[in-house]
């Protein structure tokens, strides 16, 4: 297994030649988000005045119809820039850093099948650590470091049903949950720094982290099949 430093050194060198094409893709996976929360919040602020000034009941069911698809639509929208993203990373640094086109990963690997079967596994990984979470706390961070490689495993072994993704996530995190947090840690002063550059750094701090944790899953992956090809 490879040190953190060396696991963040690759990341950086894969960004250096495509951090312009990250920008571009942060800043749409920005603006599509943002506009369906003003059309939901615009929507709820209605539902809830015409609640309270006796509108119609008619008005005010197709109001909250409205907000169920709108929050629908908004999840499945930030399920695509996070497929988008993780997708892009992975083609990244699969190819040691060269400069990769966003569009090119979308017009090679999207499909809606992968894309819906993405959504399928995230949605139901978020909703197990929800529910761990109940319990207390501690659990439900210790779940989200469990299923942290679900989005990886998701795109790089897409065949995989939703529970076998979710478990095998699971499997490979045994043993290596404090390095991946120690990990996390690490970007901590990264993330201090985000409110004296007015949310700027975002731009180069969410790929960084991506591409980092994008080196993690693939030194992960490989470490433990040496271990099982020495079994």
């Known amino acids: 297994m490879e040190t953190r ?23 749409t996976g920005i603006v599509l988000p943002y506009a369906m929360t003003i059309c939901f919040a615009t929507l709820f602020i209605r539902a809830i005045l015409g609640d309270l000034f006796g509108l119609s009941s008619h ?22 820039m996070l497929y988008w993203l993780v997708a892009y990373s ?25 894309y819906l079967r993405f959504c399928l596994k995230m949605a139901v990984s978020h909703i ?22 679900v989005a990886f495993l998701a795109i790089d072994d897409e065949k995989a049903g939703v529970f076998e993704t979710i478990i095998k996530s699971k499997e490979m995190m045994r043993g290596y949950k404090m ?8 970007f ?17 701090l969410v790929p960084y982290i991506t591409l980092t944790n994008v080196a993690f899953y693939f030194d992960l992956k490989e470490s433990l099949e040496e271990i099982e090809y020495d079994l």
């Open 5 to 27: 430093a060396e696991l963040k050194k690759a990341a950086k060198e894969c960004l250096n030649t495509n951090i312009f094409s990250y920008i571009g893709l942060l800043i």
């Open 59 to 80: 008005y005010y069911a197709v109001n909250f119809l409205a907000i169920g698809t709108f929050a629908v639509l908004f999840y499945l929208i930030s399920m695509f």
């Open 90 to 114: 992975i083609y990244v640094y699969a190819n040691d850093g060269e400069r990769v086109s966003i569009f090119y990963v979308l017009n090679d690997h999207f499909t809606l099948k992968r």
């Open 128 to 149: 197990l650590i929800f529910f761990w979470s109940l319990l207390l706390v501690i659990p439900g961070i210790i779940k989200a470091f469990s299923y942290s490689q």
């Open 179 to 186: 390095y991946y947090f120690i990990l996390q840690l690490s």
């Open 188 to 204: 901590i002063l990264w993330t201090l720094l985000e409110p004296f550059t007015l949310g700027l750094i975002t731009f180069y």
